[in-house]
Each structure stands twice: as C-alpha cells, then as structure tokens.
C-alpha cells in the first residue's frame, strides 16, 4: 500500500514540535522491531523518555501479529501490511494537588495503541524474512484519525526512517484542540485529513475504572427528526464483521448491555479488533460499561488474573478480541465465545476494511434478507452442522476456523426480520462490496441506536436534575439526579411495560433483560492492581 499520493515532507528541513499540544492528541509514535534474538524491541520513541521499560515491553508485545494465529497464511507474498488496534492499561504515578492530596483522576489510564505491521520476505535474511510496526499511542480512541493517519506515517516510515515520526509529530502538535462529535479537517504536509469525532458522551471516562459510574453514561435522548447520534468507533464494520452471523446480533447486543464476558476470536489482528469495535458501537448512545480490549494478548498484565480464576468463580465483564486459539483452553471459563472472519488469503494488500459515504458501484446487488438467511440456516446440512459445532464445543476451532457463538444464555430480543430483508448482498466486486457495506451498516446501526434508545426510555426519569431553587446557584448547589431505587424500578415497570416498540421485539420475559441491566452495576469490577502512590 502507498500513501496518499498528493502527501510529501520536505525531510531536509528540522521539525518543530510543540509537545504540549501534541499530548492532544498522541501520547508517542514508535517504531517496534521484531529481534529474534532478542524478540520484540522498540526502535525508535518520539518524543523519548514518554514510557518505562515495562512499559515498552507491553506496547512492543502487543504490536505484532500473534504468531500462531499466521499459520493459515503458508505461502507468503513478499510484503505483507495491516493495520490494527489495541487497548492497554496504564498505571500512572498519583500527582498531589495544592493541597497535597493524590489526584486519582491520573492514577489509571487506558492507551489505545493503533498499528501498521509489515511483514517482509526475503529468503536473503534470517528465518526468511522480518517483520516490523509503527505504532500511534493515544488515550484518545479516535479510530476515524488515526487509522488513516497510519496509512501515512506507516509507508512514510519504512521509506525515510525515524524522520517520518518527527515530521508526522510536528504537523499534529499544530492541530486544534479535538472536538468530539464535529468533523474536522486536519492538515498533514500538503494532504488533509477529514475525519468526524465520537462525541463526548461516547468517550469512556477516565480515572478509576469503575463500571456503576461508565453503567449511568447515557448520552441524550435525540428527537427522531435529527440526525442519527454517532458513538464510540462510528465507522466500524458491523455488517462485514458480524456477516456469517447476523442473526445472533441481537443476542450480542443483550450480553453487551447486562455486561456479559465475551471472548471474539477470528482469524488476523484487522478482523479481530474490528468486530470487538463493531460490538461497542452497537449499544450508542449507551457508553459500553465493560472493559474491552480489541486486541489481547497472553503478555498483557491483565491475563495472569483471569487464567487464575476458577470454575465456579465469575469471569469479569470484558470484551476479549484474541487470534491465538490457546485462549479456549486457557480462559475456559468465559461463558460466551464468538468466532468471525475468515482465514486470509495470499495477498499483498492492506488488511484493512475502508469505508466511504460516496461513491457507486456497477452491477445489480442481490437481496440479503431473512428468507435467504434462514434457508440457509435452517437447511438439513446447516442444521447437522450446527449440531455438530454445539457438540464439539468452541475447542474445535483448534483445527478449523468457523464463524459461529457458544453461549447458554437464551435471548430476549428477537431478529428484526424486516431489518434483514433490507440488507443487501454486494457480491464479489470490491468496489461494490465498499459501497453496499456502507448502506449495510448504516441500516444495522439506525436499527440498533433505536433498539437502545427505546430500551433506555424507562430510565430517562431518573437523568432529569429537579428545577433548581429560586436564588440557588447551580454551581454551588447543583441540582440532583433522582435516587434510583432497583426494586421500585422494575416494580413500576412490570405495571405499565416498557413501551410498544420494545414489547414487538421482545419475547414475554422481557422484564428479565431489565432486570439483568440493573444488576450490572453490583457486577464484579477488575481489579488492575494499581498500587503507585
């Protein structure tokens, strides 16, 4: 993959970096390279001195593409890219304010690490080849900046060395302050990168994770006549991700908002972190509650503490995208594994699904409705094939990748069958398959934000503050929010029903889901183990 064609950088002429605003944006750039002697080694760090050496290694480890997930891939091409995406946690150390107290709203914070790797080879050199990664480390999870940004300082990288991340770094620092929930246009040498934020109530809250407080994260309720509210990770591939099984989204949406465990396994880095993406953008305008990490790996901290748990003990409400099979041993007892995507194919090209609001393709699109699906679903060959993934057990993908989910947990919600007529087959034309995905996604993301809103609509009383005393200030007496009380909640729901649109689409025991949904926030909360002073 090249990078954008009308993008130069005069590499003669000395940055300058205003590392304050920087810090706006992007935390570091690196540069990681896989040593085999040595394993993975950062390189290059700009600017320097921005991370520990336990640090380092967390960001180098989870920078390269799982080794065993690769297997498939046996006859490889000379070069190899993708793009993917990761979440971390950091441990800071707790500043004292005026008064000498610790500041625990920097103690703990989540890095999102996003990726260009290149695999190169060359049967010239040890082992055959080699492989390395530029890295954008953020704690902003702007996808939507820096996925292109990467496909730009990426190339710019393995052409002109570490003078790619200095010029990349000073023409950032020069951009405005982020402004979530606008389109901005970011200029970057003589290319421009236009790029629309999640708005503030999609960004996860930072200090102390805490799942009660990210539980109540509601963004406002949006009249029909405006336009659709977009999330967290907005642009992210639903309907490609989930495309084998889209029956079940219904079923992931409702673990998503009572803060089930998920494990999502697929084949590579670009479509793993895609779908755990996917999976949080479907419950806009709710923040997701639960820890997600669209990328994990065995060196991440957090791993050591769920290998340990027991059978019997509660898995932690996490979303765990992996590509290493030895996850379905080793966290056995996470109670719903998805599988998605498809074993890659031979190719040079950029693992990495882009995705336009312009553009036509040529020829006749087929209808992807629900007649389609369930003949296919419920064929006799579909049918003993399902039997058979269910005997077997998620263990099976050992040997052989298949898109399905294992889960005990029955739904509530039913498909929306109109939804899935409306979806659109694109066939086997690239160009079509860009455009028809964006319709796709589109249609499953309008469905959903209404699912969620309407499921929400029982609890907006209690986010409404009380009008304010007369001669009070709102700033020294801030209104409060009504006390909510679980029991008298679900009571008073069960009386009068959560409304026409959730009763079509649920079965009976839809008070259950609510009930679930209150509970999640006495759900257990992870501890990462944060001990700096």
Same mark, same amino acid.
């Given at each position: ?82 793009? +993917? ?31 260009? /790797? ?151 880095? =670009? ?76 190719? /040079? ?30 064929? =006799? ?58 319709? /796709? ?42 006390? +909510? ?49």
């Amino acid at each position: 993959m090249s990078r954008f064609p009308s993008f130069s950088v005069r590499t003669e002429v000395s940055p300058s970096v205003d590392s304050e605003s920087l810090q706006r944006w992007v935390v570091a750039f690196c540069a990681i390279r896989f040593d085999l002697e040595q394993g993975q080694l950062v390189e290059e760090c700009y600017p320097q001195g921005c991370f520990s050496h336990d640090e380092e290694l967390e960001i180098a480890y989870s920078s390269f593409p799982d080794s065993v997930s690769q297997h498939q891939n046996q006859n490889r091409s000379s070069i190899h890219d993708c793009i +993917f995406f990761y979440r971390i946690h950091r441990h800071l150390k707790k500043s004292l304010d005026e008064k000498g107290v610790a500041d625990s709203s920097n103690a703990s914070k989540f890095l999102y690490g996003y990726v260009f /790797n290149r695999q190169r080879h060359d049967e010239r050199l040890k082992r055959g080849g080699e492989q390395k990664s530029v890295v954008i480390l953020s704690y902003s999870p702007y996808s939507s900046v820096f996925r292109p940004l990467l496909q730009i300082v990426g190339p710019l990288f393995f052409d002109i060395g570490k003078k790619a991340l200095e010029h990349i770094a000073a023409y950032v620092s020069k951009w405005p302050a982020p402004l979530p929930g606008k389109v901005m246009d970011l200029p970057i040498g003589n290319a421009t990168l236009k790029v629309n934020l999640p708005p503030a109530h999609g960004l996860p809250v930072e200090g102390e994770l805490s799942f009660e407080e990210g539980a109540s994260s509601v963004a406002p309720f949006v009249p029909n006549s405006q336009p659709v509210p977009q999330g967290l990770f907005h642009d992210s591939d639903i309907f490609g991700s989930f495309r084998g099984i889209l029956l079940q989204l219904w079923l992931l949406w409702e673990l998503l908002l009572i803060g089930e465990p998920m494990l999502i396994i697929a084949p590579t880095p =670009p479509q793993c972190c895609e779908a755990v993406a996917s999976l949080v953008s479907l419950v806009a305008p709710l923040l997701c509650s639960v820890d997600f990490r669209p990328y994990f790996t065995i060196h991440d901290p957090v791993f050591a503490r769920l290998n340990s748990i027991q059978e019997g003990q509660a898995f932690p409400p996490m979303i765990l995208g992996v590509t290493n099979v030895f996850f379905l041993k080793a966290l056995r007892n996470i109670p719903h594994i998805v599988s998605v995507g498809s074993p890659p194919l031979n190719s /040079n090209r950029l693992a990495l699904t882009t995705r336009s609001s312009t553009g036509r393709g040529s020829g006749r699109p087929e209808g992807l409705g629900f007649q389609q699906l369930s003949l296919k679903k419920f064929s =006799p060959s579909s049918l003993l094939s399902a039997v058979r993934l269910r005997r077997d057990g998620p263990l099976c993908l050992m040997t052989e990748h298949k898109e399905a989910i294992w889960s005990i947990y029955s739904a509530t919600t039913k498909p929306d069958t109109s939804i899935l007529n409306r979806l659109i087959d694109a066939g086997v034309s690239p160009r079509v398959e860009e455009s028809m995905s964006v319709v /796709n996604n589109e249609i499953l993301r309008r469905h959903f934000l209404e699912l969620t809103t309407n499921f929400l609509a029982p609890f907006s009383p209690y986010f409404r503050t009380s009008t304010p005393l007369e001669g009070s200030s709102p700033y020294v007496d801030p209104p409060s929010l009504p006390p +909510f009380n679980a029991d008298e909640f679900l009571a008073s729901l069960s009386a009068r029903g959560p409304g026409k649109f959730i009763l079509k689409r649920m079965k009976s025991n839809w008070l259950d889901l609510y009930r679930e949904g209150v509970l999640l926030r006495n759900k257990n909360k992870i501890d990462y183990g944060d001990k700096q002073e």
